[in-house]
């Protein structure tokens, strides 16, 4: 099932605007990401979809069928809520059971599905206690019981795994990912976690004040950021900014610091040539393309921290901060001073003014 | 001494003390209960003994078969059943859906509407007499069963709905949003999530609504003067004042058989009622 979201747009009665114009395509058997740090109308467009909150302009269509008008109960849609929402007073089976009995099965269908779906996500054992009886891993898997027992067209999860511990996640992305290969069905993700974003979609939509910022694959997402804010919110740590301006002169084109200049080449040089020299910009760069032990430029050691087999180490460049992502095996300490070097094919360049990344027309 | 022991000594001297205190109290609130059952058990001769008996000598139920055989007592119990049940089930309803709008739906005025209740059951009944006289006599209404539920539904509603509302809040709206998308309508989605989940509170409620009912007795006397129609606080108040002589023991017998159909639904419904005020409270 297509869904599309056309000019999509909510306003509450306070005055305060969740979701801006949003357009937006996610394709039959897709699973796509909304992502977006908190109060980014990700969740409120969830629920638009859903048909819990009703659009203030726009329109949702599943395929060809407007759905602004269909009540929730016959968009044949299955959601997994972030609190589970299971049903207190009935058994894990009587959960299972809530949908299909709305669907108007009968009880032996009923059983069969219900079994079936438990012992697809190994729930077989837990089908006669209570929703207080079982652990947070465990209540998450009988709410995707719960989704996946009526064979819905589109499933949508409100940040299901954000009540879970570090470890169980890692599992249960694994297991999710699996889950929606087999089911092959259209897919809505809702995330704050960048990690389960660019882990388990098949393209992220970032969100920030109700505003699309960019949809694409994570890799494309990861390696050409429409702008400075998705750039800065993908990646961890957080990517470098230095402010600058295109500098020209005899040499070529390059980014132009307050206290260093980088040389541009290859398509870089080329769009920031069409941007025009002497434009301010911003010049991005992952900590991962900062090299350490070479390069012309010097840096001060501020702080280094060990994260296993990698080091993040900050350093100061000529008074512009700079953290670097290096292997551990390179033993630098805190206060020594070492040679530095950027990737300059991997430096992103965003317009001073409006964020937008700087490309090549 | 050691230390443990000294502390488990006063521990046990405190537990004491708190025993003492409560069972002093439950003595003290439960003695009238006990000697309005013995009296109605006692025969006429008995009553004024001097000392008094704290059991009956010879227990006898003649005052009951009495009460239910020559007085108009069947009839004004069958009063008070009707009101404080057609009371308990009106309010109860409109609540509920009253609860449910006020947690559930976005509208201007919600929260100003929600606290205005609970002022409207801030005013003394006695300032309410008149108007709501009037009002029920324009209607026709003065003198009948019906205008007294009407009243005691207007006096019930407001500290429902608000009991029921603070409750509901505390039922989380995913709910009730993951039985829509499950196929439920909004009707279904209440029928089958909120009202199970607010059941402790709809206990709680509709038992404070049928007491309050039951016992009332301003605006029973005001409202109602014909004798059949009479609910239990005032025609008991009538069958004590009418002869010249207070017949005791069948007033207790009254007292009691008025009593216990409270006593029983307390007992039954005891949990559910401290439950459902507990998490009332909260919201």
């Known amino acids: 099932m297509e869904i599309r979201l056309e000019q999509l747009s909510k306003e509450f009665a306070d005055g305060s605007a969740a979701v801006h114009g949003l357009n937006l395509t996610i394709a039959n058997r897709e699973l796509l990401t909304l992502l977006g740090p908190s109060g980014c109308g990700k969740t409120t467009t969830l629920r638009m979809i859903a048909g819990l909150e009703s659009p203030t302009r726009g329109r949702v269509y599943f395929g060809d069928r407007l759905m602004n008008e269909v009540p929730p109960a016959k968009r044949n849609i299955a959601m997994v809520f972030q609190s589970y929402a299971l049903y207190p007073h009935m058994t894990v089976r009587g959960n299972m059971d809530y949908p299909l009995r709305k669907a108007g099965l009968n009880r032996a269908d009923r059983q069969a599905r219900i079994a079936q779906a438990a012992g697809l996500l190994q729930i077989d054992a837990l089908l006669d206690r209570k929703p207080r009886q079982l652990s947070g891993g465990q209540q998450q898997r009988v709410a995707l019981g719960r989704a996946i027992v009526r064979d819905p067209d589109v499933f949508l999860l409100d940040e299901p795994m954000s009540n879970l511990d570090a470890k169980l996640r890692g599992h249960m992305r694994v297991e999710l990912i699996q889950l929606h290969r087999r089911l092959g069905k259209t897919a809505v993700y809702v995330t704050h976690d960048q990690m389960e974003a660019m882990t388990m979609s098949d393209r992220i939509a970032v969100l920030n004040r109700g505003l699309l910022q960019q949809v694409a694959t994570p890799d494309e997402i990861y390696n050409r950021p429409a702008n400075r804010f998705v750039a800065n919110f993908i990646g961890s740590p957080e990517m470098n900014f230095i ?32 941007f025009g020299a002497g434009r301010t910009v911003s010049a991005g760069l992952r900590p991962e393309d900062v090299m350490l032990g070479e390069g012309s430029l010097e840096g001060d050691v501020t702080v280094v921290e060990s994260i296993g087999h990698e080091i993040l180490v900050q350093l100061d460049v000529r008074g512009h901060r700079i953290v670097a992502r290096v292997p551990a095996h390179l033993s630098i300490r805190s206060g020594s001073r070492v040679p530095i070097g950027f990737r300059s094919e991997k430096l992103h360049l965003f317009d001073g003014e409006t964020g937008t990344r700087v490309r090549g027309a | 001494m050691s230390v443990a022991a000294s502390s488990a000594l006063k521990r046990s001297g405190s537990r004491l003390v708190l025993n003492v205190v409560c069972w002093t109290a439950v003595l003290g609130t439960s003695f009238p209960l006990f000697w309005m059952i013995s009296t109605s058990l006692k025969p006429d001769n008995e009553l004024f003994l001097r000392p008094p008996t704290l059991l009956p000598l010879k227990p006898t139920l003649e005052h009951y078969v009495r009460l239910l055989s020559d007085t108009p007592f069947p009839s004004y119990f069958r009063n008070s059943l009707v009101v404080a049940t057609a009371t308990t089930l009106i309010v109860l309803l409109v609540a509920t859906f009253g609860a449910y709008s006020l947690t559930r739906f976005r509208y201007p005025g919600r929260r100003l509407f929600a606290r205005f209740t609970l002022f409207t059951y801030l005013l003394p009944s006695v300032v309410l007499v008149l108007p709501l006289y009037l009002t029920l006599a324009w209607f026709h209404l003065a003198n009948s069963l019906l205008g007294l539920v009407i009243t005691h539904v207007s006096f019930g509603l407001p500290f429902a709905l608000w009991l029921l509302r603070s409750y509901m809040v505390t039922i989380p709206a995913d709910l009730d949003a993951a039985a829509r998308i499950d196929g439920a309508s909004r009707l279904g989605s209440f029928i089958d999530v909120i009202v199970p989940q607010a059941l402790p509170g709809l206990i709680s409620t509709s038992l404070f609504i049928f007491i309050a009912s039951w016992n009332e007795y301003l605006y029973a006397l005001v409202l109602i003067s014909r004798d059949d129609i009479k609910t239990l606080p005032i025609g008991m108040i009538t069958m004590l004042t009418s002869s010249f002589d207070v017949e005791w023991s069948q007033l207790m017998a009254g007292s009691v058989m008025m009593t216990v159909p409270l006593i029983i639904a307390f007992t039954f419904l005891q949990r559910q009622m401290t439950q459902g005020l507990g998490v009332g409270v909260k919201g």
Do not use: H, V, Y
């Open chain 1, 243 to 274: 402010e600058g301006e295109i500098g020209a002169d005899t040499d070529g084109i390059c980014f132009r610091a307050a206290s260093f200049n980088l040389p541009l080449s290859g398509d870089q040089a080329e769009s920031a040539r069409r």
